[in-house]
């Protein structure tokens, strides 16, 4: 055999052997907790699988405009008392909840509404004129604000309720949209819809607190760790992080400063040992909350073309961000968004006015930029509360979802054994190579599944079947064109080699066109959709590896191992 032999069975044998060893606890059951594997997680499985809660959320847009058009006027009528225009709103604003709710602008003179025709051309970008009639304007929001809106409510009730799964004990949660308006949301292993609807629909709950630099992040950290030793506190992923906190307070008291409390910042990557939990000590004090804060938003600052966010105030929370800000300069504030830290900026100066700037850490443009959204989805939770509509409910119960499994995993079984059966019968010896080829595609299919961290749901099971299908189809299609140069008369290992190189770009054909098919059903489907598209798209790779390379290789050990005068094809 060939070096170049040598170094492709090598290859093969780490895929195999690693693919194994992912595969084993799922395939063994495992409890990760007592087994000695050295790999110990298995594969998620989905809603429909092990059963718990599916729930469809809609978001009422027709208050979250009105609340909008409310905030723009009021800063329209701010502006009007700055620039001393003589146009005015009415005393008792009230919008109406509606699709596109509008307010009106009544000014005393032609002189007045000519300037304040200039100044919405200037400084509000975000709305546009609907009714225009003698001395009165009517306006709205602009169609481009509105679509930012929408976008911007969906991302802040994903990132609101996200941060509330771990109330469940929810290892992996699936949160997406649907459409423009609504919002799909399955927690797996949970029964009690009324206490999900409870826990996700109420009020995002944002607080400004102080962070006490008494002690150093390495002293907190190591602080932490000790009481994670000594008292068998450590956090384990789908486990509730709210009683994991509260117990960690529970262990430090008398170790903390006066009237102080830990929070915990996750981040992945961050602080090794510690899972990712960046841990800080805040003063308990909250000193401004989300009902104080009225828009959050990015934006460029204009000498150093950096993004950062911009936060404005109501009255009252101008007022008290001005009297925090004056006390605490050079000390941190935490941005607390359920009881998680999002970011603790350093406070240069007193900030009044009800506006203030949260610049941003190291990084290039994007990673600036992504932090920037990230933070102001935040911040908007507190904001902008979005309505949340309990649209629909159910229940999956675990029996049906061990039912979906035994069902699913019989008919796989089924279904591949007679597969294996038909190539061995139709093929001999060839065929068991391409069993051989088979079973590889699957261990490989669901090692990558675990590696990924992706959920296997039923219509995932079928994506499965669907690539035993592919890869045995090109299995045929190899060893058809092999019999082909065999009844041409020439030698098997002359005919191996060519029934390889003129299959080759029949099989990538169509598995390119079949990888294209899955790419836009996992780009543009949802929940089930996606996880048949994802696994058929992993299956159609693993193919290529197994019925091209695998294939070819066993074929060139077999040949030049024995002395073959006719191959059984």
């Known amino acids: 055999m060939t070096r170049n032999w040598w170094m492709k069975l090598a290859l093969l044998v780490v895929v195999a052997v690693g693919s194994a060893i992912y595969v084993a606890p799922t395939a063994l059951n495992v409890n990760p907790e007592t087994t000695k594997l050295f790999y110990k997680k298995k594969v998620n499985l989905g809603l429909d699988l092990q059963g718990g809660v599916y729930m469809v959320l809609g978001v009422d847009f027709k208050k979250i405009y009105s609340d909008v058009v409310s ?149 907190v950290a190591a602080m932490v760790s000790e009481l994670e030793a000594k008292n068998g506190a450590s956090y384990k992923e789908g486990a509730k992080f709210s009683d994991y906190v509260k117990q960690i307070n529970e262990l430090a008291k008398g170790k903390l400063p006066t009237n102080s409390e830990i929070a915990f910042e996750r981040e992945e990557g961050l602080t090794a040992g510690m899972g990712g939990r960046v841990p800080y000590v805040l003063h308990s004090k909250v000193e401004v909350t989300g009902d104080d804060l009225k828009d959050a938003f990015i934006q460029v600052d204009s000498q150093t073309n950096s993004p950062e966010v911009a936060l404005r105030f109501n009255a009252k929370g101008a007022q008290s961000f001005e009297q925090v800000t004056g006390e605490n300069i050079g000390k941190r504030l935490a941005i607390v968004l359920d009881g998680i830290v999002h970011s603790a900026p350093v406070i240069q100066g007193r900030i009044g006015g009800g506006e203030a700037r949260v610049t941003l850490g190291q990084g290039d443009y994007n990673q600036k930029l992504n932090e920037a959204k990230d933070l102001s989805i935040v911040l908007r939770a507190g904001a902008l509360p979005a309505q949340l509509e309990f649209l629909e ?137 996606k996880g048949f598209a994802v696994t058929l798209l992993i299956g159609i790779l693993a193919t290529l590896f197994t019925a091209v390379f695998a294939c070819k290789m066993i074929f060139e050990w077999y040949l030049n191992r024995f002395e073959v005068k006719e191959l059984s094809i």
């Open 71 to 219: 905030r723009l006027a009021e800063n329209v009528q701010d502006d009007l008392k700055e620039k001393n225009i003589a146009c005015s709103l009415p005393q008792n604003l009230e919008t109406k909840a509606s699709d596109d709710p509008t307010f009106k602008v009544t000014c005393t003179s032609a002189d007045a509404k000519k300037a304040f025709y200039a100044l919405v051309k200037e400084s509000h970008d975000t709305l546009r004129f609907t009714y225009d009639e003698g001395l009165i304007y009517e306006l709205g929001i602009s169609k481009l604000y509105r679509d930012n809106v929408r976008e911007k409510t969906i991302s802040q009730s994903i990132e609101v309720i996200r941060n509330r799964i771990d109330e469940f004990g929810v290892a992996e949660p699936v949160i997406a949209s649907q459409g423009t308006d609504r919002l799909t949301v399955e927690l797996p292993g949970i029964k009690d819809v009324e206490r999900a609807k409870e826990l996700i629909g109420r009020t995002a709950k944002l607080e400004f607190k102080i962070v006490n630099d008494g002690m150093s992040p390495d002293e």
């Open 393 to 529: 409910q159910r229940v999956v119960g675990p029996s049906l979802g061990a039912d979906s499994i035994k069902k699913g995993a019989y008919a796989g079984v089924m279904g591949c054994l007679a597969i294996f059966i038909f190539m061995l019968l139709y093929y001999r010896m060839s065929g068991l190579i391409a069993d051989f080829s088979l079973v590889l595609n699957v261990l490989i299919v669901m090692a990558v599944l675990i590696a990924l961290d992706a959920t296997l749901t039923l219509p995932g099971i079928a994506g499965i079947a669907l690539t035993v299908g592919i890869a045995v189809d090109s299995n045929v299609v190899i060893y058809e064109r092999i019999r082909e140069e065999l009844a041409l008369g020439k030698d098997p290992r002359v005919a191996v080699n060519m029934g390889f190189d003129k299959a080759f770009t029949t099989i990538l054909d169509a598995n390119v066109t079949n990888a294209f098919a899955a790419a836009v059903l996992m780009n543009y489907g949802t929940g089930p959709v």
